[in-house]
Protein backbone atom coordinates (compact mmCIF):
# COMPACT_ATOMS: atom_id res chain seq x y z
CA UNK A 1 0.00 0.00 0.00
CA UNK A 2 1.32 3.34 -0.72
CA UNK A 3 2.61 5.95 1.71
CA UNK A 4 0.77 8.99 2.16
CA UNK A 5 3.58 11.55 3.35
CA UNK A 6 3.06 14.47 6.18
CA UNK A 7 4.69 17.44 4.03
CA UNK A 8 8.54 18.13 5.08
CA UNK A 9 9.81 21.49 3.86
CA UNK A 10 12.92 21.89 2.73
CA UNK A 11 14.59 23.29 5.14
CA UNK A 12 13.61 20.56 7.99
CA UNK A 13 15.37 17.72 6.23
CA UNK A 14 18.76 19.40 5.39
CA UNK A 15 22.02 18.79 8.53
CA UNK A 16 22.37 21.32 10.97
CA UNK A 17 25.64 23.52 11.49
CA UNK A 18 26.59 25.89 14.48
CA UNK A 19 25.78 29.83 13.54
CA UNK A 20 23.94 28.75 10.54
CA UNK A 21 21.42 31.38 10.54
CA UNK A 22 24.13 34.07 11.56
CA UNK A 23 24.04 37.20 9.38
CA UNK A 24 26.60 39.35 10.59
CA UNK A 25 29.39 37.72 8.85
CA UNK A 26 28.20 37.83 5.35
CA UNK A 27 31.02 39.69 3.21
CA UNK A 28 30.16 43.60 2.31
CA UNK A 29 31.50 43.04 -1.00
CA UNK A 30 28.62 40.58 -1.69
CA UNK A 31 25.78 43.25 -0.43
CA UNK A 32 24.95 44.11 -4.30
CA UNK A 33 21.93 42.65 -6.54
CA UNK A 34 24.86 42.18 -9.27
CA UNK A 35 25.52 39.04 -7.56
CA UNK A 36 24.72 35.87 -9.72
CA UNK A 37 25.66 32.12 -9.17
CA UNK A 38 25.06 29.44 -11.05
CA UNK A 39 24.03 27.32 -7.38
CA UNK A 40 20.42 28.14 -6.41
CA UNK A 41 21.51 27.25 -2.82
CA UNK A 42 24.89 30.09 -3.33
CA UNK A 43 21.86 32.69 -4.96
CA UNK A 44 20.05 31.78 -1.84
CA UNK A 45 23.11 32.33 0.41
CA UNK A 46 23.40 35.61 -1.38
CA UNK A 47 19.66 36.88 -1.15
CA UNK A 48 19.59 35.80 2.78
CA UNK A 49 22.92 36.50 4.09
CA UNK A 50 22.35 32.89 5.84
CA UNK A 51 25.45 30.67 5.66
CA UNK A 52 23.55 27.51 6.31
CA UNK A 53 22.54 27.38 2.62
CA UNK A 54 26.31 27.64 1.49
CA UNK A 55 27.19 24.68 3.68
CA UNK A 56 24.15 23.14 2.00
CA UNK A 57 25.41 23.76 -1.86
CA UNK A 58 28.48 22.15 -0.88
CA UNK A 59 27.02 19.22 0.71
CA UNK A 60 25.14 18.72 -3.21
CA UNK A 61 27.91 19.65 -4.94
CA UNK A 62 31.31 20.32 -3.38
CA UNK A 63 32.56 22.34 -6.48
CA UNK A 64 30.44 24.90 -5.20
CA UNK A 65 34.21 25.95 -3.25
CA UNK A 66 35.00 26.78 -6.83
CA UNK A 67 32.48 29.51 -7.20
CA UNK A 68 33.77 32.90 -6.72
CA UNK A 69 31.09 34.09 -3.97
CA UNK A 70 32.25 31.08 -2.06
CA UNK A 71 35.88 31.84 -2.24
CA UNK A 72 34.94 35.38 -1.34
CA UNK A 73 33.11 34.51 1.74
CA UNK A 74 35.95 31.99 3.16
CA UNK A 75 38.36 34.70 2.43
CA UNK A 76 36.88 37.18 4.04
CA UNK A 77 35.98 34.73 6.98
CA UNK A 78 40.03 33.98 7.10
CA UNK A 79 40.79 37.84 6.71
CA UNK A 80 38.65 38.76 9.66
CA UNK A 81 40.16 36.32 11.80
CA UNK A 82 43.03 38.69 12.68
CA UNK A 83 40.73 41.80 13.14
CA UNK A 84 38.32 40.57 15.27
CA UNK A 85 37.44 40.18 18.98
CA UNK A 86 37.54 37.04 21.05
CA UNK A 87 33.65 36.45 20.67
CA UNK A 88 33.17 37.02 17.12
CA UNK A 89 36.98 34.87 16.00
CA UNK A 90 35.51 32.04 17.86
CA UNK A 91 32.23 32.47 15.56
CA UNK A 92 34.44 32.80 12.42
CA UNK A 93 36.27 29.90 13.46
CA UNK A 94 32.95 27.78 13.83
CA UNK A 95 31.92 29.09 10.29
CA UNK A 96 35.04 28.32 8.82
CA UNK A 97 35.09 24.43 10.36
CA UNK A 98 31.27 24.10 9.27
CA UNK A 99 32.99 24.55 5.41
CA UNK A 100 35.00 21.28 6.44
CA UNK A 101 31.89 19.60 7.73
CA UNK A 102 29.96 20.46 4.83
CA UNK A 103 32.70 18.78 2.39
CA UNK A 104 32.37 15.27 4.73
CA UNK A 105 28.67 15.16 3.94
CA UNK A 106 28.11 14.26 0.54
CA UNK A 107 25.02 14.10 -0.43
CA UNK A 108 24.02 10.03 -1.64
CA UNK A 109 22.88 10.26 -4.75
CA UNK A 110 21.77 6.67 -5.36
CA UNK A 111 19.11 7.44 -2.43
CA UNK A 112 17.38 9.86 -4.73
CA UNK A 113 14.67 9.00 -7.68
CA UNK A 114 14.13 12.03 -9.98
CA UNK A 115 10.73 11.70 -11.92
CA UNK A 116 9.80 13.96 -15.12
CA UNK A 117 7.50 15.52 -12.96
CA UNK A 118 10.06 17.17 -11.18
CA UNK A 119 9.55 15.71 -8.05
CA UNK A 120 12.04 13.90 -6.22
CA UNK A 121 11.64 10.58 -4.10
CA UNK A 122 13.94 10.53 -0.97
CA UNK A 123 15.47 7.55 0.87
CA UNK A 124 16.76 9.12 3.69
CA UNK A 125 18.89 7.99 6.60
CA UNK A 126 17.89 10.49 9.23
CA UNK A 127 13.80 10.86 8.30
CA UNK A 128 11.09 8.17 6.84
CA UNK A 129 11.18 8.48 2.94
CA UNK A 130 9.72 11.54 1.41
CA UNK A 131 9.01 13.76 -1.51
CA UNK A 132 10.81 16.83 -1.98
CA UNK A 133 12.71 19.09 -5.19
CA UNK A 134 15.86 19.11 -6.15
CA UNK A 135 18.32 22.23 -6.01
CA UNK A 136 21.15 21.25 -8.50
CA UNK A 137 21.40 20.74 -10.88
CA UNK A 138 18.93 23.67 -11.04
CA UNK A 139 17.36 22.54 -14.39
CA UNK A 140 15.10 20.50 -11.93
CA UNK A 141 14.01 22.76 -9.36
CA UNK A 142 12.83 24.87 -12.74
CA UNK A 143 11.15 21.81 -13.90
CA UNK A 144 8.96 21.85 -10.85
CA UNK A 145 7.97 25.20 -10.78
CA UNK A 146 7.51 25.23 -14.76
CA UNK A 147 5.62 21.90 -14.65
CA UNK A 148 3.20 23.45 -12.22
CA UNK A 149 3.09 26.59 -13.73
CA UNK A 150 1.91 25.38 -16.79
CA UNK A 151 -1.16 23.50 -15.67
CA UNK A 152 -2.16 26.14 -13.85
CA UNK A 153 -1.99 28.54 -17.37
CA UNK A 154 -3.92 25.76 -18.99
CA UNK A 155 -6.68 26.04 -16.58
CA UNK A 156 -6.71 29.97 -17.11
CA UNK A 157 -6.85 29.63 -20.67
CA UNK A 158 -9.96 26.86 -20.30
CA UNK A 159 -12.03 29.57 -18.33
CA UNK A 160 -11.58 32.03 -20.86
CA UNK A 161 -12.48 29.75 -23.52
CA UNK A 162 -15.66 29.08 -21.57
CA UNK A 163 -14.87 25.79 -21.76
CA UNK A 164 -15.50 22.88 -19.57
CA UNK A 165 -12.48 22.68 -16.86
CA UNK A 166 -13.20 18.99 -15.98
CA UNK A 167 -13.64 17.88 -19.42
CA UNK A 168 -11.01 19.72 -20.83
CA UNK A 169 -8.37 18.82 -18.21
CA UNK A 170 -9.08 15.00 -17.84
CA UNK A 171 -8.83 14.43 -21.83
CA UNK A 172 -5.26 16.84 -21.71
CA UNK A 173 -3.60 15.11 -18.69
CA UNK A 174 -5.20 11.83 -19.15
CA UNK A 175 -6.76 11.56 -15.83
CA UNK A 176 -10.58 11.04 -14.64
CA UNK A 177 -12.45 12.42 -11.93
CA UNK A 178 -10.82 15.28 -11.09
CA UNK A 179 -12.32 17.36 -8.34
CA UNK A 180 -12.52 21.08 -10.03
CA UNK A 181 -14.81 22.91 -7.66
CA UNK A 182 -12.00 24.88 -6.13
CA UNK A 183 -11.78 28.70 -6.41
CA UNK A 184 -7.95 28.52 -6.18
CA UNK A 185 -6.36 27.23 -9.34
CA UNK A 186 -3.56 26.18 -7.57
CA UNK A 187 -5.49 23.60 -5.76
CA UNK A 188 -7.05 22.12 -9.08
CA UNK A 189 -3.16 22.16 -10.49
CA UNK A 190 -2.04 20.11 -7.74
CA UNK A 191 -4.44 17.65 -8.01
CA UNK A 192 -3.74 16.79 -11.94
CA UNK A 193 0.00 17.40 -10.72
CA UNK A 194 -0.08 14.85 -8.00
CA UNK A 195 -2.11 12.65 -10.01
CA UNK A 196 0.26 12.88 -12.86
CA UNK A 197 3.31 12.26 -10.74
CA UNK A 198 1.32 9.23 -9.52
CA UNK A 199 0.66 7.35 -12.61
CA UNK A 200 4.67 7.61 -13.40
CA UNK A 201 6.05 4.47 -13.56
CA UNK A 202 8.40 4.64 -11.19
CA UNK A 203 12.06 3.80 -11.10
CA UNK A 204 12.60 -0.08 -10.26
CA UNK A 205 15.13 0.44 -7.44
CA UNK A 206 12.80 3.33 -5.79
CA UNK A 207 11.53 1.01 -3.32
CA UNK A 208 9.88 3.90 -1.32
CA UNK A 209 6.27 3.45 -2.26
CA UNK A 210 5.14 6.97 -1.99
CA UNK A 211 2.14 8.93 -2.89
CA UNK A 212 2.17 12.37 -3.70
CA UNK A 213 -1.24 14.21 -2.34
CA UNK A 214 -2.61 17.50 -3.63
CA UNK A 215 -1.87 19.20 -0.65
CA UNK A 216 2.20 17.61 -0.34
CA UNK A 217 2.64 18.80 -4.17
CA UNK A 218 1.55 22.33 -3.73
CA UNK A 219 3.64 22.86 -0.57
CA UNK A 220 6.49 21.32 -2.33
CA UNK A 221 5.70 23.50 -5.54
CA UNK A 222 5.60 27.12 -3.23
CA UNK A 223 9.13 25.65 -1.43
CA UNK A 224 10.73 25.09 -4.47
CA UNK A 225 9.15 28.39 -6.18
CA UNK A 226 11.18 30.43 -3.49
CA UNK A 227 14.67 28.96 -4.73
CA UNK A 228 14.09 30.07 -8.41
CA UNK A 229 12.85 33.99 -7.00
CA UNK A 230 14.78 36.56 -9.06
CA UNK A 231 16.54 34.09 -11.02
CA UNK A 232 14.70 34.33 -14.74
CA UNK A 233 17.94 34.66 -16.23
CA UNK A 234 18.62 30.65 -15.66
CA UNK A 235 15.32 30.22 -16.85
CA UNK A 236 15.79 31.38 -20.27
CA UNK A 237 19.13 30.21 -20.75
CA UNK A 238 18.74 26.57 -19.66
CA UNK A 239 15.37 25.98 -21.57
CA UNK A 240 17.86 26.78 -24.58
CA UNK A 241 21.07 25.14 -23.62
CA UNK A 242 21.07 23.29 -20.51
CA UNK A 243 24.58 23.73 -18.78
CA UNK A 244 24.00 22.04 -16.24
CA UNK A 245 23.00 18.84 -17.27
CA UNK A 246 24.66 15.77 -15.69
CA UNK A 247 23.47 13.48 -19.07
CA UNK A 248 25.37 15.54 -21.72
CA UNK A 249 29.02 15.84 -22.73
CA UNK A 250 30.74 19.02 -23.45
Same mark, same amino acid.
Given at each position: ????? &???????????? &???????????????? $?????????????????????????? *??? !????????????????? $?? !????????? *???????? /????????? !?? $???????? #???????????????????????????????????????? /?? /?????????????? $?????????????????????????????????????????????????? *?????? #?????????????????????
Amino acid at each position: MSKIL &EYLDFQSVQNQY &EYQDETSFFPPTLETE $SCFSRHLLVNRFLQTKMPKFLYWSIE *ADP !NVLMDPFCMETICYWTD $SL !NESNKENKE *AIKKLLLN /IGIALSKPR !NL $SKSFHYET #GYVHYLSEKTEPYISFEVHPPRRCFRLVESFERVVSKIKQ /IE /ILGMDLKVELENKY $SLVDLNVNFSDKNHVAAQVISRTHNNLQKNKNDKSDLFLTPHIAEEIYKD *AKVFCR #GLKYIVDTFQIVDYWSPDKKR
